[in-house]
T-cell receptor, first 113, second 114 residues
Framework: EAQVTQNPRYLITVTGKKLTVTCSQN?????MSWYRQDPGLGLRQIYY???????DKGDVPEGYKVSRKEKRNFPLILESPSPNQTSLYFC????????????FGEGSRLTVL | SQQGEEDPQALSIQEGENATMNCSYK?????LQWYRQNSGRGLVHLIL?????REKHSGRLRVTLDTSKKSSSLLITASRAADTASYFC??????????????FGQGTILTVHP
């Protein structure tokens, strides 16, 4: 089944404790992206990747890192999480940038205390 | 204001009525897409309309695009209670340093009453 898988789905952590949210897709998609969703602000793009080893900042990249060492994986790294990074995070992928529909994961709800 | 802003923010209708949501954007686009999100779940792609298209249909969905006004509308005909969800438009930037960015609006919350 074609899917985007995120882990963990739920996480409560404390300020400053590094964490990684994994994202994996099984559709051989070139394009992958991370979004955060906050009430009243919609979805905002954090980082995106056009292909392996190619990543670019989205609209709200501060406090986040990403890597794209393999085509299928695009982890989101919070080196030193802060409470303002409490949010619902979505990973998504598509065949190519601007070429069609995004497939979304089910989301990762992160709380930073 | 942000690229891809939806209007209205919330819409409440009765089953069987039509629902119209609008989206405005600011910069040149390659395409505009509409997504649906059930509460707290991942977004699901509904329809994509390219910048050289004016109208597109998919089942009970009809999307129009007016690039001169930088706006799009999504019409859901004969709505059902199961259509209750948030609907987002997303714009794929046309090029330059923004190529690859897909910007979402804040969404319209649609409630369809049985």
């Amino acid at each position: 089944e074609a899917q985007v898988t995120q882990n963990p789905r739920y996480l409560i952590t404390v300020t400053g404790k590094k964490l990684t949210v994994t994202c994996s897709q099984n559709m051989n998609h070139e394009y992958m992206s991370w979004y955060r969703q906050d009430p009243g602000l919609g979805l905002r793009q954090i980082y995106y990747s056009m292909n392996v080893e190619v990543t670019d900042k989205g609209d709200v990249p501060e406090g986040y890192k990403v890597s794209r060492k393999e085509k299928r994986n695009f982890p989101l790294i919070l080196e030193s999480p802060s409470p303002n990074q409490t949010s619902l995070y979505f990973c998504a992928s598509s065949l190519g940038a601007n070429t069609g529909e995004l497939f979304f994961g089910e989301g990762s709800r992160l709380t930073v205390l | 204001s942000q690229q891809g802003e939806e209007d209205p923010q919330a819409l409440s209708i009765q089953e069987g009525e039509n629902a119209t949501m609008n989206c405005s954007y600011k910069t040149s686009i390659n395409n505009l897409q509409w997504y649906r999100q059930n509460s707290g779940r991942g977004l699901v792609h509904l329809i994509l309309i390219r910048s050289n298209e004016r109208e597109k249909h998919s089942g009970r969905l009809r999307v129009t695009l007016d690039t001169s006004k930088k706006s799009s509308s999504l019409l859901i005909t004969a709505s059902r209670a199961a259509d209750t969800a948030s609907y987002f438009c997303a714009t794929a930037h046309a090029g330059g340093t923004s190529y690859g960015k897909l910007t979402f609006g804040q969404g319209t919350i649609l409630t369809v009453h049985p």
